[in-house]
């Protein structure tokens, strides 16, 4: 009976999702309301509600699985190869914005915060840290912190202009020239 309620559980927060992106495709996230949602899923307020407090917290759900699908894809990158060549994990990073350019947009154009993009970067620079940590790769820990802010913020950023279609480039390019970039300047800090 549990493994029953479970699915339908699942089966009506992906009924929910698809109704708010939807929305989203029609209407900015301020002005998605429980009703207009619930309506479009064909669901009732209660199932909401059993689910969400409100229709903001639909939207972090989906911001939350893009990080999380990127934190999945990332995980057990080696460190010191990613410092060489981080080309590994930004091309996760611009696979992920690629694969899925059309509902990013949305989720960033439609969404006054788009701090799922802010969380990417985090988990990036949070990944790049507590690798050379862990493998002692650091020569001036600091540096390397002050380097890795800097990079990742600016490939943040590029990506930001690239899903505001403000690149004629394919994402995948942009990445090569930036890991580049970025694996020389992360040389700096980091033990021989």
């Not at 698809?18 to 989203?24: E, G, I, K, P, T």
């Not at 002005?31 to 064909?42: D, E, F, K, L, S």
């Not at 490939?155 to 930001?160: D, H, V």
Request: glycine letters at 6%.
């Amino acid at each position: 009976m549990e493994k029953k309620r479970n699915k339908n559980a699942i089966r009506s927060v992906n009924m929910l999702t698809d109704a708010y992106v939807s929305l989203l495709e029609e209407l900015p996230a301020e002005r998605i309301t429980v009703t207009a949602i619930v309506t479009r899923a064909g669901l009732n307020r209660s199932t909401f509600y059993a689910h969400f407090g409100c229709p903001e917290d639909v939207h972090k759900l989906l911001e939350q699985k893009l990080v999380d699908e990127l934190f999945e894809n990332i995980n057990g990158l080696d460190p010191k190869g990613l410092i060489q060549d981080p080309k590994p994990i930004l091309g996760v990073v611009s696979g992920l914005i690629e694969e899925r350019k059309s509902f990013v947009r949305l989720m960033f154009e439609r969404h006054p915060s788009a701090g799922w993009l802010d969380r990417i970067k985090e988990t990036v620079i949070e990944k790049f840290v507590s690798d050379a940590d862990s493998a002692g790769l650091f020569e001036d820990r600091e540096l390397f912190i002050t380097n890795i802010r800097f990079f990742v913020g600016g490939y943040i950023s590029m990506c930001r202009d690239y899903i505001s279609n403000k690149f004629d480039k394919p994402m995948s390019e942009l990445t090569e020239t930036l890991s580049a970039t970025i694996a020389g300047g992360l040389a700096t800090g980091i033990k021989e």
